[in-house]
C-alpha cells in the first residue's frame, strides 16, 4: 500500500500539485496542502476499503487539505491583479460556486473524468456532469463580456 | 477557456520530496507516544489514592487494633502474594490477623485453642505442638498444609498450598512425633 501511494506520488504529482494550487489559490500552499495530504493518506492508508480506487480517495484528501490551506490563509488572493498588469487574462472565477471550481480544477488540470471526479468528491457522476456544464457556461459568458 | 485555466495555474514541475511525505506522516505518532507517557504518569499519580480507595471499600483488612508496628506474613511464593498478616493485639494478650484477603479479626490467646477457617482452609492455633498437618480431599486425596508458627506472636498459622481452593473432607494437625493434635471433619 505504501509502494502505490509512493508510485502514485510520484506519478501524479504535477496534477496533484496544481488542482491544489488552484483551489487553495496559492501555489506554496498548494504544494504543501499535497504533502500533507498524502502524509495522511500514509498515515490512513489502512482505513482504505478499496470500495473505490486509491487514486480517487487520494484525490477525496488532496481537495480537502487544499480547502483547509486556503480556509487557513490569511491573506487572499486577488484574482484580478494579474490582469490589471495585461499579464494575464481575465476569468471571473468568483462567479463559480465553490464546488464548480473543484470540478473544472478536476477536470482540466487532473483529467479526471466524471466518476473519478465524483468519487473524489463525494458526489453523484450525475451531479458532476451537471455542475461542470454549469461552470462551463457561466465561464463562456463570462469571457464572452470581458473585453480584450 | 482551456487556454486562460493554462495560464490561471500554470503546470508546476518538481520530483517532489517522498521523504518529507513520510516525515510528516511520522509526527501524529510522536503524538500518539507522548500522550501515551502522559497517560502513565497521569495514571501513577492517580494510583495510590485509587487504590486507597479501593482498599478501604473492598474486602478485610488487618484490623485497626493491630500492633502494625510488627506485622508478621506468610507468602505464597508462586504467586509472591501475602496470604497471612497477623499482629499482636493492642491492649490484649491475643493476636489480630488477616488471612487470604477473605477472614480478619482479633482472637484472645487460649493455650490449647484452636481456629479453622473454611472455604479454603485456613486456620490457626496457640497450641504450640503443633508442627505439621495434613488434610483429605473429597476424592480422597491427601493434601499436605503449610504449617507456620511465629515465635514473636506465639501462634501458628495453616493453611493449603496452592491458588485453588480445595473442598477438604477432613484436616489433622500433628505434633513433632506425628501425634494427633487436632482433628476436624468438614460437611458440605
Partial sequence: MLEELETLYRSRLPEFRRVATAIAGDRELGCDAVQEAFARAVRKRRSFRGRGTLEAWVWQIVVNAARDARRGRLVFA???????????????LDLLTERQREIVFLHYYADLDYAAIAAALAISRGTVGATLNAARRTLRQAIE???? | MNEWLEELVPPIRGDGDWDDVLRRARLPARRRLVFAVALCVAALAVAPALGVLLTRDGGPRLPREADRSNVVVIVQPATGRVVVQAARWKGHDGICYLVLLTRAGCAPRSARKTVVLTPPLAGYTFDRRVVSGAAVSLAGKHVPLVVRRFEKLDVTFFLTRGRMPRFLREATLFDANGKVVAHFTFKH
Fill in chain 1, 78 to 92: 486577488e484574482p484580478h491583479d494579474a490582469a490589471a498588469n495585461g499579464h494575464a487574462p481575465v476569468l471571473p
Fill in chain 1, 145 to 148: 463580456e470581458v473585453p480584450t
